[in-house]
């Protein structure tokens, strides 16, 4: 049990240092991430919305009285991470990789969360 919590923490840790650098690029330097946005042909008006998205769902995933929200939160990440994936795969910029690391720390998460509260 002491095994599991540790790579919980570690693993959901990890994520959430990945999407906090993530939200701070969102808002610390917006214009590199709208270039990037309008070459993925996405609109700039979302990178600010989809940055708190990312915050209440790190909050989600922290707070254990929220478990249906940290279910949610849990699949939007999953479905966003899948879609960067493809995205920046797409384009060819090769920035993928990050994609592919938040994946295998949000399964780990998942999986090591529900072993904990069961």
Same mark, same amino acid.
């Given at each position: 049990?002491?095994?599991?919590?540790?790579?919980? $923490?570690?693993?959901?840790? /990890?994520?959430?240092?990945?999407?906090?650098?993530?939200?701070?690029? $969102?808002?610390?330097?917006?214009?590199?991430?709208?270039?990037?946005?309008?070459?993925?042909?996405? @609109?700039? $008006?979302?990178?600010? @919305?989809?940055?708190?998205? !990312?915050?209440?769902?790190?909050?989600?995933?922290?707070? @254990?009285?929220? !478990?249906?929200? !940290?279910?949610?939160?849990?699949?939007?990440?999953?479905?966003?991470?899948? /879609?960067?994936?493809?995205?920046?795969?797409?384009?060819?910029?090769?920035?993928?990789?990050?994609?592919?690391?938040?994946?295998?720390? /949000?399964?780990?998460?998942?999986?090591?969360? !529900?072993?904990?509260?069961?």
């Amino acid at each position: 049990m002491k095994r599991d919590k540790i790579i919980y $923490y570690v693993a959901t840790g /990890l994520l959430s240092l990945l999407m906090l650098f993530s939200v701070s690029m $969102y808002f610390f330097k917006h214009e590199d991430v709208a270039v990037m946005f309008t070459g993925f042909g996405y @609109p700039t $008006y979302i990178i600010y @919305p989809y940055a708190m998205a !990312k915050i209440l769902g790190i909050f989600a995933i922290w707070n @254990p009285k929220f !478990k249906v929200i !940290k279910e949610w939160a849990y699949a939007g990440f999953f479905f966003a991470f899948i /879609l960067a994936f493809f995205a920046h795969y797409m384009i060819g910029d090769g920035e993928q990789m990050a994609s592919v690391i938040a994946i295998i720390l /949000l399964i780990t998460s998942y999986i090591f969360n !529900k072993r904990i509260n069961n």
